[in-house]
C-alpha cells in the first residue's frame, strides 16, 4: 500500500525567511497530493493541493512542487510570518481511492 | 457555514467504560472517516465509510466500532476501552471522490482512557 514519508518533523525559521517541508510516495498511481496545516486545538485545514498533471502550483506566499518520477514533492512558504507556525501534513492518493494516506507531520515554528 | 462537528472535545474515561464519540456533517457528504493522530505517526484512518449503511475498515481498525445510519452521522464507538486508545480523534467528511477532493475535519478530540 501507499506509505508517505515526511521531513523535517520540526522546523524553525526566522520570520521572513523561507520554509520548505518534503516528501516522498511509494504508490506510482498516486495522482493526487494534498497539504493540510492544522493549528493548535484544530483540525487539519486544505492549503493547497497539486494534481499529477502539473509540476508546480502557486497561491500567494505557498507553493508545492512535484516531481513525479522521483516520487517527491515539496511545500515552499516564502515570508514566513508568525501565523504561519502550525503542524503541516502532506498526503497522497488517487481518484478512486477510499483514502488518503498522510505523512507523520511536520511542527514549524516562526521564530520572531 | 460548512462544517464537521464532534463532541465531545475531551474526554477522559476508565478502562472497559463504552463509550460513544459523535460526529455530524453539514455538507450532504457521502464520504465520512475517523482518523486517530499520535505524536511521530500523523493521521492513521481507522474507519471509512462511502455512504449509508457502507462501511469498512482503515488501518488501525482495532477496538473501534462505527455506524451510519444516516449520511450525516458517522459516530465512533469504542466498546471496551484500553490505555492504548488514549489518542486525538478526528472526524472528516468529504464529497464523492474521497480520493482527490478536500477533507473537511472536525475540531478534534482529545480521549484519555486511565
Known amino acids: 500500500g501507499e506509505n508517505v514519508e515526511q521531513h523535517p518533523s520540526t522546523l524553525s525559521v526566522q520570520e521572513g525567511d523561507s520554509a520548505v517541508i518534503k516528501c516522498t510516495y511509494s504508490?506510482?498511481?498516486?495522482?493526487?497530493f494534498p497539504w493540510y496545516k492544522q493549528e493548535l486545538g484544530k483540525g487539519p485545514q486544505l492549503i493547497i493541493d497539486i494534481r499529477s498533471n502539473v509540476g508546480e502550483k502557486k497561491d500567494q506566499r505557498i507553493a508545492v512542487t512535484l516531481n513525479k518520477t522521483a516520487k517527491h514533492f515539496s511545500l515552499h512558504i516564502t515570508e514566513t510570518q508568525p501565523e504561519d507556525s502550525a503542524v503541516y501534513f502532506c498526503?497522497?492518493?488517487?481518484?478512486?481511492?477510499?483514502?488518503?494516506?498522510f505523512g507523520s507531520g511536520t511542527r514549524l515554528s516562526i521564530r520572531p | 457555514e460548512a462544517q464537521v462537528t464532534q463532541n465531545p472535545r475531551y474526554l477522559i474515561t476508565v478502562t472497559g467504560k463504552k463509550l460513544t464519540v459523535t460526529c455530524s456533517q453539514n455538507m450532504n457528504h457521502e464520504y465520512m472517516s475517523w482518523y486517530r493522530q499520535d505524536p511521530g505517526l500523523g493521521l492513521r484512518q481507522i474507519y471509512y465509510s462511502m455512504n449509508v449503511e457502507v462501511t469498512d475498515k482503515g488501518d488501525v481498525p482495532e477496538g473501534y466500532k462505527v455506524s451510519r445510519k444516516e449520511k450525516r452521522n458517522f459516530p465512533l464507538i469504542l466498546e471496551s476501552p484500553s490505555p492504548n486508545q488514549t489518542s486525538l480523534y478526528f472526524c472528516?467528511?468529504?464529497?464523492?471522490?474521497?480520493?482527490?477532493?478536500?477533507?473537511?475535519f472536525g475540531q478534534g478530540t482529545r480521549l484519555t482512557v486511565v
Open positions: 472528516a467528511s468529504s464529497a464523492p471522490g474521497a480520493g482527490e477532493t478536500e477533507a473537511f
Open positions: 498526503a497522497a492518493s488517487y481518484s478512486s481511492a477510499s483514502k488518503i494516506i
Open positions: 504508490d506510482s498511481a498516486s495522482n493526487y
